[in-house]
């Protein structure tokens, strides 16, 4: 198990942390950076300025209780739905491919793509609001077309490392996936 | 290629024994169905396990052999358990062994036939039979429309769950039962049954025989003669409420049909409409019991001709702000007295009729409100129905409106080409030039003229009635919205995955577990659920929607020529 620091797309610092369950079997996990207690209470004291300011206008204390709620509610669903705390990839030969993201309230979402259905794993440019960057992804094969792709799984879009991170998850990613073409078959 | 063994997770702590399941030559998988425990006579094992093949059209064979020792390995029992591979000829023949109370297990094959000596790796996967057994595995949705290279493309994973699902008779035997063979599987201490469940199941016979019953009457009467006369008949289409009803008594024919649903999806659409009427009918019957308390239904009797006199006070209002100077504009004077008492006597008319029908609106109203007991749905039809006929006059308003302004645009189009000319060739369906005779300009151009200052009038009206009109329509068209909703919610799918989620899967996960050097990969295989979104996808219920006909663009150029707009459109209704 080793762990590396980079850094992602937008210069933050995200951690890799590889490995090895068995030789054809590897885990690689993209640490994002977590919730700043300094934006989070920047944000809440903003909101409940504002609120006050309202109140202060209003003369209504509804404005004051709908504000604590909302910052609530808010907070809540931030945590489930949108923050992102660690994206993984479990590369599993002969078996297929899990990509799992966590969000910080401990939710975890997976897929499974079965390693009949990988075609391969490339790293693909984009553009991104102003940038360009790099990604990586995962091609699906076309059940009908051997040459062909039928779907793009994007991944570690969340964290988005940047190409010096890429190129070793691929390099991993490659060692196993390479075993598939030189095994034997079974008869 | 790297052999990957299935194996269940209730046999972890079975004793010695050997393994049967089923080998998927194209994936090398084994997947593990029950341990065989010794003593038994090898000629048995075989006989059962071609029995059970024969029904289940699986194919059951012995995989290999399971040591649970508690001391260490025994020289002579792993050479009797290799002598087993002999008996049971089977390729590769597989041997897992547990020794003491570790969690780390080995395993390893014979190969006899092999011409590759290099040891291949082994994956063990550990699932939960019962969950696995009982789940339904979805392929994702854009795959499931494309069938026709199913056949080659059936993915690992559900031939694993096709598998254990198929077996289900391997796992009636329980421990308790006195038959040649001792087997360890998930039911294996006792074969699980719910009275409740079996008592439902028994008293459901009768209950579709009677329900078949009265529903072959009930449809019977609907399609005798003497409802299909014309003025009847058409009644009976313009109202939504039959149209539920006629919904609602399909949806009863599917329950209550005597077939057993053969596939899982026929199954889920037939929980899925009793749920639903079940739910329909319980708020139907609360929200009769809150009407019929304190006398509320009463109370809306009395206030309903109130308001519809208040209805017809603000269209009379709104009819002598139109004859006057409405908005500064100014109106050609004699038009403007026309339609406004031409209006207001129809205005007049329908108040009468309504207090005609005063004395009688309140018991019709209870009568009515009684047929809430059929759902909720039901009483929400009955209430679009109940606007829909006190706006009536609204809506013949917007058609005579709409007719005069229909003529007026058409006359001018036509009138216009004659001022310039031409004419419209109804052979060719073009305009083409045309010479007239002067007296024919002379009187063409007067009418041109007539037609075009009284347009602004009106156009005026048209307006109006035609916002009134798409008031109303934009109300009952919540109403119904919300109608559909309730009907095509599909309300057991959604329940299911809530309290059952592995009922429901979209697909599977793996966790690794501890590892040790030398010892095989040991993943945990879980159930992946499927997301709410795809759960009311894939199960909604089909209705009789209503959907807009027109697109935004065909349907302004309607209401700027004049044409008259039927919003809704139900299917199966012709088209005009």
Same mark, same amino acid.
């Given at each position: 198990?080793?762990?590396?620091?980079?850094?992602?797309?937008?210069g933050?610092?995200?951690?890799?942390?590889?490995?090895?369950?068995?030789?054809?079997c590897?885990?690689?996990?993209?640490?994002?950076?977590?919730?700043?207690?300094?934006?989070?209470?920047?944000?809440?004291?903003?909101?409940?300025?504002?609120?006050?300011g309202?109140?202060?206008?209003?003369?209504?204390?509804?404005?004051?209780?709908?504000?604590?709620?909302?910052?609530?509610?808010?907070?809540?669903?931030?945590?489930?739905?949108?923050?992102?705390?660690?994206?993984?990839?479990?590369?599993?030969?002969?078996?297929?491919?899990q990509?799992?993201?966590?969000?910080?309230?401990?939710?975890?979402?997976?897929?499974?793509?079965?390693?009949?259905?990988?075609?391969?794993?490339?790293?693909?440019?984009?553009?991104?609001?102003?940038?360009?960057?790099?990604?990586?992804?995962?091609?699906?094969?076309?059940?009908?077309?051997?040459?062909?792709?039928?779907?793009?799984?994007?991944?570690?879009?969340s964290?988005?490392?940047?190409?010096?991170?890429?190129?070793?998850?691929?390099?991993?990613?490659?060692?196993?996936?390479?075993?598939?073409?030189?095994?034997?078959?079974?008869? | 290629?790297?052999?990957?063994?299935?194996?269940?997770?209730?046999?972890?702590?079975?004793?010695?024994?050997?393994?049967?399941?089923?080998?998927?030559?194209?994936q090398?998988?084994?997947?593990?169905?029950?341990?065989?425990?010794?003593?038994?006579?090898?000629?048995?094992? @075989?006989?059962?396990?071609?029995?059970?093949?024969?029904?289940?059209?699986?194919s059951?064979?012995?995989?290999?052999?399971?040591?649970?020792?508690?001391?260490?390995?025994?020289?002579?029992?792993?050479?009797?358990?290799?002598?087993?591979?002999?008996?049971?000829?089977?390729?590769?023949?597989?041997?897992?062994s547990?020794?003491?109370?570790?969690?780390?297990?080995?395993?390893?094959?014979?190969?006899?036939?092999?011409?590759?000596?290099k040891?291949?790796?082994?994956i063990?996967?550990?699932?939960?039979?019962?969950?696995v057994?009982?789940?339904?595995?979805?392929?994702?949705?854009?795959?499931?429309?494309?069938?026709?290279?199913?056949?080659?493309?059936?993915?690992?994973?559900?031939?694993?769950?096709?598998?254990?699902?198929?077996?289900?008779?391997?796992?009636?035997?329980?421990?308790?039962?006195?038959?040649?063979? @001792?087997?360890?599987?998930?039911?294996?201490?006792?074969?699980?049954?719910?009275?409740?469940?079996?008592?439902?199941?028994?008293?459901?016979?009768?209950?579709?025989?009677?329900?078949?019953?009265?529903?072959?009457?009930?449809?019977?009467?609907?399609?005798?003669?003497?409802?299909?006369?014309?003025?009847?008949?058409?009644l009976?289409?313009?109202?939504?409420?039959?149209?539920?009803?006629?919904?609602?008594?399909?949806?009863?024919?599917?329950?209550?049909?005597?077939?057993?649903?053969?596939?899982?999806?026929?199954?889920?659409?037939?929980?899925?409409?009793?749920?639903?009427?079940?739910?329909?009918?319980?708020?139907?019957?609360?929200?009769?019991?809150?009407?019929?308390r304190?006398?509320?239904?009463?109370?809306?009797?009395?206030?309903?001709?109130?308001?519809?006199?208040?209805?017809?006070?603000?269209?009379?209002?709104?009819?002598?702000?139109?004859?006057?100077?409405?908005?500064?504009?100014?109106?050609?004077?004699?038009?403007?007295?026309?339609?406004?008492?031409?209006?207001?006597y129809?205005?007049?008319?329908?108040?009468?009729?309504?207090?005609?029908?005063?004395?009688?609106?309140?018991?019709i109203?209870?009568?009515?409100?009684?047929?809430?007991?059929?759902?909720?749905?039901?009483?929400?039809?009955?209430?679009?129905?109940?606007?829909?006929l006190?706006?009536?006059?609204?809506?013949?308003?917007?058609?005579?409106?709409?007719?005069?302004?229909?003529?007026?645009?058409?006359?001018?189009?036509?009138?216009?080409?004659l001022?310039?000319?031409?004419?419209?060739?109804?052979?060719?369906?073009?305009?083409?030039?045309?010479?007239?005779?002067?007296?024919?300009?002379?009187?063409?151009?007067?009418?041109?003229?007539?037609?075009?200052?009284?347009?602004?009038?009106?156009?005026?009206?048209?307006?109006?009635?035609?916002?009134?009109?798409?008031?109303?329509?934009?109300?009952?068209?919540?109403?119904?919205?919300?109608?559909?909703l309730?009907?095509?919610?599909?309300l057991?799918?959604?329940?299911?995955?809530?309290?059952?989620?592995?009922?429901?899967?979209?697909?599977?996960?793996?966790?690794?577990?501890?590892?040790q050097?030398?010892?095989?990969?040991?993943?945990?295989?879980?159930?992946?659920?499927?997301?709410?979104?795809?759960?009311?996808?894939?199960?909604?219920?089909?209705?009789?929607?209503?959907?807009?006909?027109?697109?935004?663009?065909?349907l302004?150029?309607?209401?700027?020529?004049?044409?008259?707009?039927?919003?809704?459109?139900? @299917?199966?209704? @012709?088209?005009?």
């Amino acid at each position: 198990m080793e762990e590396r620091r980079y850094r992602s797309a937008s210069g933050a610092l995200i951690v890799l942390r590889r490995r090895q369950h068995s030789a054809s079997c590897r885990e690689l996990a993209v640490r994002c950076p977590r919730l700043q207690l300094r934006s989070l209470s920047a944000v809440t004291s903003a909101v409940w300025l504002a609120a006050y300011g309202l109140f202060v206008l209003s003369e209504n204390s509804m404005v004051l209780s709908a504000a604590i709620f909302i910052t609530l509610i808010g907070l809540i669903i931030y945590l489930h739905f949108v923050k992102i705390d660690q994206e993984s990839l479990l590369v599993i030969g002969s078996l297929g491919i899990q990509v799992t993201s966590s969000y910080a309230s401990g939710k975890e979402s997976t897929t499974f793509i079965e390693m009949g259905q990988v075609k391969d794993v490339v790293i693909n440019e984009a553009i991104h609001m102003q940038k360009v960057i790099y990604y990586l992804c995962i091609l699906l094969q076309d059940p009908g077309d051997p040459q062909g792709v039928s779907a793009v799984v994007p991944l570690f879009q969340s964290s988005k490392p940047r190409l010096d991170c890429l190129i070793e998850v691929y390099k991993s990613c490659q060692e196993i996936l390479e075993q598939r073409k030189t095994a034997p078959q079974s008869s | 290629m790297v052999l990957k063994v299935f194996f269940p997770s209730c046999c972890s702590s079975a004793e010695s024994g050997i393994l049967i399941g089923h080998w998927i030559s194209e994936q090398n998988s084994a997947v593990i169905l029950a341990v065989v425990h010794f003593p038994f006579i090898p000629v048995q094992v @075989k006989q059962y396990l071609s029995e059970v093949q024969r029904v289940t059209k699986v194919s059951v064979s012995v995989l290999g052999s399971w040591s649970n020792s508690k001391q260490e390995k025994e020289e002579n029992l792993s050479e009797f358990l290799e002598d087993l591979g002999t008996i049971f000829s089977h390729e590769p023949w597989i041997q897992i062994s547990k020794e003491g109370g570790s969690k780390f297990w080995s395993c390893s094959t014979l190969q006899k036939h092999s011409n590759n000596p290099k040891e291949e790796e082994i994956i063990l996967v550990y699932y939960d039979q019962r969950k696995v057994m009982l789940s339904h595995l979805h392929p994702p949705l854009d795959t499931a429309t494309s069938t026709d290279h199913k056949a080659d493309d059936a993915s690992k994973l559900s031939a694993v769950f096709d598998t254990v699902a198929k077996s289900k008779i391997l796992f009636m035997t329980d421990r308790y039962d006195d038959g040649p063979i @001792k087997l360890t599987h998930w039911q294996s201490d006792g074969v699980e049954a719910s009275i409740i469940v079996e008592l439902m199941k028994q008293a459901s016979v009768p209950a579709c025989m009677l329900l078949t019953f009265l529903l072959s009457l009930i449809s019977g009467i609907c399609r005798s003669r003497v409802l299909k006369f014309w003025p009847l008949s058409f009644l009976w289409s313009k109202l939504s409420t039959c149209e539920q009803l006629g919904h609602r008594l399909q949806h009863l024919q599917v329950i209550s049909s005597n077939k057993k649903a053969q596939t899982q999806t026929q199954l889920m659409r037939k929980a899925n409409i009793f749920v639903s009427l079940l739910i329909d009918v319980a708020l139907g019957i609360l929200l009769m019991s809150w009407l019929y308390r304190k006398n509320r239904i009463g109370h809306l009797a009395d206030t309903l001709i109130p308001m519809a006199d208040h209805v017809a006070e603000e269209l009379q209002d709104l009819l002598q702000w139109l004859m006057g100077a409405p908005a500064g504009l100014k109106m050609n004077r004699a038009l403007d007295q026309v339609l406004g008492r031409f209006f207001l006597y129809h205005i007049h008319l329908w108040i009468s009729y309504i207090h005609l029908m005063s004395p009688f609106i309140e018991m019709i109203l209870w009568y009515v409100g009684l047929s809430a007991c059929l759902g909720l749905t039901v009483a929400l039809c009955i209430l679009s129905d109940i606007i829909a006929l006190l706006t009536f006059h609204i809506y013949c308003f917007y058609v005579y409106g709409a007719r005069l302004y229909c003529l007026k645009i058409y006359g001018l189009s036509s009138l216009w080409r004659l001022f310039r000319g031409k004419k419209w060739n109804v052979l060719r369906q073009r305009v083409d030039s045309c010479s007239y005779d002067l007296d024919q300009l002379f009187i063409g151009t007067l009418l041109f003229t007539i037609l075009l200052f009284l347009l602004p009038t009106t156009a005026l009206y048209y307006l109006v009635f035609t916002l009134l009109r798409l008031l109303v329509v934009i109300v009952q068209g919540l109403i119904h919205l919300l109608v559909d909703l309730i009907d095509s919610l599909p309300l057991y799918s959604i329940i299911l995955r809530l309290c059952r989620s592995y009922r429901l899967a979209a697909g599977v996960k793996f966790r690794v577990l501890e590892q040790q050097v030398g010892k095989p990969l040991r993943l945990l295989m879980q159930i992946n659920p499927l997301s709410y979104g795809s759960v009311v996808q894939t199960y909604r219920l089909p209705t009789y929607s209503c959907y807009p006909k027109d697109s935004w663009t065909s349907l302004c150029k309607k209401l700027f020529l004049g044409e008259l707009i039927y919003p809704w459109k139900h @299917k199966g209704e @012709k088209q005009d």
